[in-house]
């Protein structure tokens, strides 16, 4: 099994920066191939933030956060971060961080990955 959890979400005024971070641990963390960052405010889906293949460092972004938010890893893989700057009221949600062993497409889904943290809380003021 593989657990992830999510920390450093806070409330911060409009154009304001948070970094998030996601602890992967379990027996199975190694296999991970594949993780993201979704959110989904209230009333509204749950949806794309930024994905990575851990591999190579290859990233992907949803068009509205490209150039503001960037998704990193640390050295040993095992942790994936969130770099949020610029942040607006619209970016206010409960952030997740999710993981999937296997390779392939559709990372931008929600139903691709396998394993999701408890999620943390990001409020933008204006």
């Known amino acids: 099994q593989v657990q992830l959890a999510e920390s450093g979400g806070d409330s911060v005024q409009a154009g304001g920066s948070l970094r998030l971070s996601c602890a992967a641990s379990?027996?199975?963390?190694?296999?991970?191939?594949?993780m993201g960052w979704f959110r989904q405010a209230p009333g509204k889906e749950r949806e794309v933030v930024a994905v990575?293949?851990?591999?190579?460092?290859?990233?992907a972004y949803t068009d509205s956060v490209k150039g503001r938010f960037t998704i990193s890893q640390d050295n040993a893989k095992t942790t994936v971060y969130l770099q949020m700057n610029s942040l607006n009221p619209e970016d206010t949600a409960l952030y997740f961080c999710?993981?999937?062993?296997?390779?392939?497409?559709?990372?931008?889904?929600?139903?691709?990955?396998?394993?999701w943290g408890q999620g943390t809380q990001v409020t933008v003021s204006s």
């Open positions: 379990g027996g199975y963390s190694g296999s991970i191939v594949y």
């Open positions: 999710a993981a999937t062993p296997y390779p392939g497409g559709g990372l931008f889904r929600v139903d691709r990955y396998n394993y």
């Open positions: 990575m293949y851990r591999r190579s460092g290859t990233t």
